[in-house]
């Protein structure tokens, strides 16, 4: 729990001075914003702080951004992730393989590579309401069931649905594999 703090007080700290810095701000103009005192923005900006969550609240009304976007890992301009560092989940070991593209979240956002083996099988999630499912194929035959309807994708075929009704995935063929991207969208739910 230390270090995951620790984290968190270095990603504010980083955070802070980033958006400050672009946003055109100096330290003394972001706490007069803020309606801090600047011995407390400096005090976080050290990354030793440990601020109350109004003081969080006052600094993202100032900076009009989230606190998820103030705590959240800095974001660098370019990352090259290597393909063994990309999280993988085997659904079914036998069938399929799914790889999350996004290497940082985006809200109300998923991007994955879903890779059927030969006979392969997947049954989606239904999502939340009013979800909305996009999906390329890359490469292959993928059938896509929505709601008892059957779909058939080849390459570059889309196929956009319902996220929110049952869905699943198949490749028929017994010796090839296929492959499509999946992207969900979530609706806004206030």
Do not use: W
Not at 1 to 18: C, F, G, P, S, Y
Not at 126 to 142: D, V
């Amino acid at each position: 729990m230390d270090k995951l703090l620790e984290q968190t007080r270095q990603n504010l700290a980083l955070n802070v001075i980033a958006i400050r810095k672009k946003q055109g701000l100096s330290q003394l103009q972001l706490a007069k914003k803020a309606l801090i005192p600047r011995s407390t923005l400096t005090y976080i900006e050290s990354g030793s702080g440990n601020p109350s969550l109004s003081n969080l609240m006052k600094i993202t009304g100032a900076l009009q951004i989230s606190i998820g976007e103030l705590i959240s890992r800095p974001q660098l301009k370019v990352r090259h992730i290597k393909a063994v560092d990309i999280p993988t989940l085997d659904r079914t070991k036998v069938h399929t393989e799914v790889k999350k593209i996004l290497p940082d979240p985006i809200p109300g956002m998923e991007i994955d590579l879903l890779t059927l083996k030969p006979n392969g099988r997947f049954k989606g999630t239904p999502h939340i309401s009013q979800t909305k499912e996009y999906f390329y194929c890359l490469e292959g035959k993928i059938n896509i069931y929505v709601d008892k309807s059957k779909y058939e994708l080849t390459k570059g075929d889309l196929l956009a649905f319902p996220g929110d009704e049952p869905h699943a995935y198949e490749n028929e063929s017994l010796t090839k594999k296929a492959k499509g991207f999946s992207v969900v969208t979530y609706a806004a739910h206030n």
